[in-house]
């Protein structure tokens, strides 16, 4: 594909040199719809990032966008804060109908502001308040958000450096095959937490993610989540499960620890739940833990009810049909399995391994620069993909659950183009 190349002097004179994407995709885009996105010039791309996960639906999704338009157009309201709305109560409706009884789920809903961080920081809180202890426990690589009760438990030191002060009262310890199957299971975390010695005081909680995103595409095997489970339960530590890339549907089931048959004590969400890409959070918790006092943890834009529209919407969209979207997200993995499979196969040299599950996958170079190399070819030859792991050696593919088989054939031939080309 052919690029001119575009304007951008406005991002880069008056933008802060913070902006990150924009670097790898250096074009203008335009518009977007389901799995592609345009550039002002009509330069067409497949989308394998959609939104960093806050676009499973894919863009501009029209079922979603009818019933935002109709919203917008009666003159619903946008803006309100935590006050009763009849589109909060649609949503609230719906997510306990769809979600919550289906799985024999208790908790209680809490809407902590409009970013994946501010759930995240609600979770914390609200484990310190109930158990009265400050410590959390985290995992190697993890990534929480980048406020700072979030980065103190997130693994990255880029990431960490830019808080520019302490991060305290967090606690690392190795996630799932983080020492390479040397050692059982939470023996250095269980050993700490028997030795009045070990410096580390009993925890309030640990948060974890069945898959680690931006750490790489880290599976956690389901033994390993359950076994966590128990040793939080025998302990008395919260279980935190930061849901807000995995969950709505991204490995396969609604929320990505349904596998596992664990029920944590606190689920964020965020990313995808309103649908449309639109901000929105969820702190998700078991009744008897919602200690709060009315208004102790608040936030200007905790009610965005537009996107409760969407989010009502794209329940009943995609999630009332039984198994059927968990079912296409686990075949589209499968197709995604089979090509990296065979870009191993072909570079058993270049390749460390590739992982994931349902629709969220990656693939590890030995060459740490390679998978930005892949990027940039990937995006020459019209596909959207970014890297991720401490050093981006990672490729990762989060395409939208609702793209098309011969969509996904097309990004993967040019993903394994792009591989070839660099090599």
């Known amino acids: 594909m052919t690029i001119t190349q575009p304007d951008l002097s406005v991002f880069e004179t008056l933008e802060s040199e913070v902006r990150s994407y924009c670097r790898g995709w250096p074009t203008v885009f335009d ?6 996105m345009f550039d002002e010039d009509g330069h067409e791309y497949l989308d394998f990032f959609a939104g960093a996960g806050s676009l499973n639906y894919g863009h501009n999704n029209p079922v979603l966008k009818r019933a935002l338009i109709d919203y917008i157009e009666r003159d619903g309201v946008t803006h309100g804060l935590d006050m009763s709305t009849t589109a909060k109560r649609a949503f609230l409706e719906t997510f306990q109908n769809v979600v919550l009884r289906p799985r024999d789920l208790p908790y209680k809903v ?8 501010n759930a995240v920081e609600s979770a914390l809180k609200l484990a310190r308040k109930v158990k009265g202890r400050e410590s959390i426990v985290s995992f190697t690589n993890a990534f929480h958000g980048m406020s700072l009760g979030s980065l103190a438990v997130t693994g990255n030191a880029f990431k960490r450096a830019g808080a520019g002060i302490p991060l305290v009262h967090g606690t690392p310890m190795p996630f799932d095959n983080y020492l390479d199957g040397r050692t059982p299971d939470f023996i250095w975390f269980e050993r700490l937490l028997e030795d009045s010695g070990s410096g580390l005081n009993t925890p309030a909680a640990v948060i974890v993610e069945t898959v680690q995103g931006e750490g790489g595409i880290n599976v956690a095997r389901t033994e390993w989540l359950r076994k966590l489970a128990d040793v939080c339960e025998r ?33 964020t969400v965020s990313k995808s739940i309103s649908g449309y890409g639109m901000p929105m959070s969820l702190c998700l918790f078991k009744p008897e833990l919602d200690v709060w006092e009315p208004g102790e943890h608040n936030g200007t834009f905790r009610g965005n009810n537009p996107a409760f529209v969407t989010a009502a919407a794209a329940l009943e969209t995609y999630w009332t049909d039984g198994p059927a979207m968990e079912k296409q997200t686990l075949a589209r993995g499968q197709q995604i399995e089979e090509t990296l499979s065979a870009l191993r196969a072909e570079y058993p040299d270049d390749t460390v391994e590739y992982r994931g599950r349902g629709l969220v996958w990656g693939i590890e170079f030995r060459d740490k620069e390679r998978a930005s190399k892949v990027a940039k070819r990937a995006f020459e030859l019209g596909l959207l993909i970014e890297t991720s792991g401490p050093e981006s050696e990672v490729v990762k593919l989060l395409p939208a659950l609702t793209i098309t088989t011969e969509e996904l054939d097309e990004g993967l031939r040019t993903l394994a183009r792009a591989v070839r080309e660099t090599a």
Do not use: H, K, N
């Open 235 to 267: 302990w008395d530590m919260l279980l935190i499960v930061d849901d807000i890339q995995m969950g709505c549907g991204r490995t396969g089931a609604f929320f990505s620890f349904e596998e596992a048959g664990i029920t944590p004590d606190i689920v």
């Open 31 to 36: 518009r977007a719809q389901g799995s592609r």
């Open 110 to 117: 809490m809407f902590p502001g409009p970013t994946g961080t």
